[in-house]
């Protein structure tokens, strides 16, 4: 069971992750920008972390200064840069495009892991690496008469989002061997609001965000999908192969597609069901227990 709680965690903060479109669509619709959402999202996950630290956690408050890296890591290199990247990308292809080239994540995962992290490559990651990027372009229902309109600078910024998704995984691997889950989030959304605010200038659009509908959601976005959806990944991120977990997470998409049918009443084939079956064939193999393990551990418990 111990060894099923981070899959879990992972698997369940994916699960909110994919719910984001539920607030973004809303605060679209009432006039803000898709930076603007961003920013919103990251200043309120900053406000109610910083809150629930004051309140419930204040030891966990204090990093040391030359630490301030790892969280620019976390919080610019991948909030900032992924979420830019992966808007410039829907601005230049099909937003279909837009996110396959966002779920090469766990490929780049993989490999920094590798090169960084010293974690084991394996046929398990590889094959499961591979059946989520082919899951994700099936549910994703791309057709080849929309590729051939792809502007280069869309790809270079797609697979830029890709990278910047994975660094959160990587940056955090490093910062969690210093500090707590809740310390890590923080400073993420921290960095991460103090960078995007000058950016978007979103104090000018004030009245807008004193609506009760755009409080409700902005709360809602910043909560949901936000402070819960990466407390929950980052937990489980401690006990979990930086690779492994990034391959979990790909059943956002998963999510997403299955709210968008009962929620907006968006078409979902069988391509789109064949897509999810080989997303979630994936997980289940890189989450396969171990043979050779299984088998010291009971006999371990005979002993």
Not at 13 to 31: D, H, N, P, Q
Not at 161 to 175: E, H, S, V
Request: proline fraction near 4%.
């Amino acid at each position: 069971m111990k060894r099923a709680i981070p899959i879990i965690l992972i698997a369940s903060s994916a699960s909110l992750w994919g719910m984001i479109a539920i607030f973004v669509r809303k605060l679209t619709e009432v006039g803000f920008t898709p930076m603007e959402i961003v920013t919103i999202r990251v200043v309120t996950a900053a406000i109610l972390l910083g809150f629930i630290g004051v309140l419930k956690y204040p030891k966990q408050l204090k990093i040391k200064f030359p630490d301030i890296g790892l969280f620019v890591g976390t919080g610019i290199c991948s909030i900032v840069l992924f979420n830019w990247c992966y808007f410039s990308a829907i601005n230049q292809m099909n937003l279909s495009f837009a996110v396959i080239l966002l779920y090469t994540s766990p490929a780049f995962v993989t490999i920094l892991s590798y090169l960084f992290l010293k974690e084991k490559m394996n046929s398990a990651k590889i094959l499961s690496v591979a059946g989520t990027i082919v899951g994700c372009v099936l549910v994703a229902g791309v057709n080849l008469t929309s590729a051939a309109s792809i502007h280069p600078f869309g790809i270079i910024t797609g697979l830029g989002a890709g990278f910047g998704y994975a660094l959160y995984t990587i940056f955090g691997k490093f910062a969690l061997k210093k500090y707590p889950t809740f310390t890590v989030t923080l400073y993420t959304f921290l960095i991460a609001s103090i960078t995007l605010l000058p950016l978007t200038n979103l104090w000018k659009k004030g009245n807008l965000l004193m609506n009760g509908e755009v409080l409700l959601y902005g709360i809602g976005l910043g909560l949901v999908p936000t402070v819960i959806a990466y407390l929950l990944y980052t937990k489980g991120l401690e006990k979990t192969d930086s690779s492994k977990a990034a391959i979990i997470a790909t059943v956002e998409p998963v999510v997403a597609t299955i709210l968008s049918v009962f929620l907006y009443e968006e078409g979902f084939g069988f391509i789109q069901a064949v897509g999810t079956v080989v997303i979630l064939m994936s997980v289940f193999l890189i989450n396969r227990p171990n043979k050779r393990k299984v088998e010291i551990y009971h006999e371990k418990a005979s002993i």
